[in-house]
Nanobody, 121 residues
Framework: VQLQASGGGSVQAGGYLRLSCAAS????????MGWFRQVPGKERAFVGF????????IYTESVKGRFIISRDSAKDTVSLEMNSLQPEDTAVYYC???????????????WGQGTLVTVSS
């Protein structure tokens, strides 16, 4: 099972980036998928996740209104659109799939390799 993230890069504050994550080895169409991020020296932090059935994605408070998670079941991909990026969004972003969740918490089973997002002021 592989989750391959892409789309990281460097932008200035206020800019936009779109990350994408493609699944291979199994389908995640009946599982939650989501995104986490990690700053060097800190623990990996939850960004948001999306279920496979009806319902809006769940986001951590600091990205609400700026980040959008969506999925394409036909392509078995999940995307993270990041608007109004700020320097504090600088991190390695990881996609994740499978696992368990409730209304506020997501515990993935599978992890992608991470992609670096750098936001300069």
């Amino acid at each position: 099972v592989q989750l391959q993230a892409s789309g990281g890069g460097s932008v200035q504050a206020g800019g936009y980036l779109r990350l994408s994550c493609a699944a291979s080895g199994r389908s995640f169409n009946s599982y939650a998928m989501g995104w986490f991020r990690q700053v060097p020296g800190k623990e990996r932090a939850f960004v948001g996740f999306i279920k496979w059935f009806r319902g809006s994605p769940i986001y951590t408070e600091s990205v609400k209104g700026r980040f959008i998670i969506s999925r394409d079941s036909a392509k078995d991909t999940v995307s993270l659109e990041m608007n109004s990026l700020q320097p504090e969004d600088t991190a390695v972003y990881y996609c994740a799939g499978g696992g368990t969740f409730n209304d506020t918490h997501y515990e993935p089973r599978y992890w992608g390799q991470g992609t670096l997002v750098t936001v300069s002021s």
